[in-house]
């Protein structure tokens, strides 16, 4: 069993940065693809990003690239999500999740998840 727990978000104002952790327990990350979602109020559950179990392969939504970048420090068992360039249509529960194995964007192809964090971006 994997428990993670997101911590890191925030308010913050348009343009600006905040990096998110997910931090895991229980087992170790380090041979668990993880990615991040994220939830508006009345949308549905989107892909942000996701990353290897290695590290060496990451994979972004369209709506992030060249903004937001995700990494991992098996060591610390976290994984983070680092959001710059931030816009008011960021806002949103933010949530990490871990899978066996590959990366996938298909929310439902992952097994353990955190309870989220907020993110509101204001403009």
């Known amino acids: 069993q994997v428990q993670l727990v997101e911590s890191g978000g925030g308010l913050v104002q348009a343009g600006g940065s905040l990096r998110l952790a997910c931090a895991g327990s229980g087992r170790t990350l380090s041979s668990y693809a993880m990615g991040w979602f994220r939830q508006a109020p009345g949308k549905e559950r989107e892909f942000v990003a996701a990353i290897s179990w290695s590290g060496s392969r990451t994979y972004y939504g369209d709506s992030v690239k060249g903004r937001f970048t995700v990494s991992r420090d098996n060591a610390k068992n976290t994984v983070y999500l680092q959001m710059n360039s931030l816009k008011p249509a960021d806002t949103a529960v933010y949530y990490c999740?871990?899978?066996?194995?590959?990366?996938?964007?298909?929310?439902?192809?992952?097994?353990?998840w955190g309870q989220g964090t907020q993110v509101t971006v204001s403009s």
């Open positions: 999740a871990a899978r066996p194995y590959t990366i996938v964007v298909n929310p439902a192809e992952y097994v353990y």
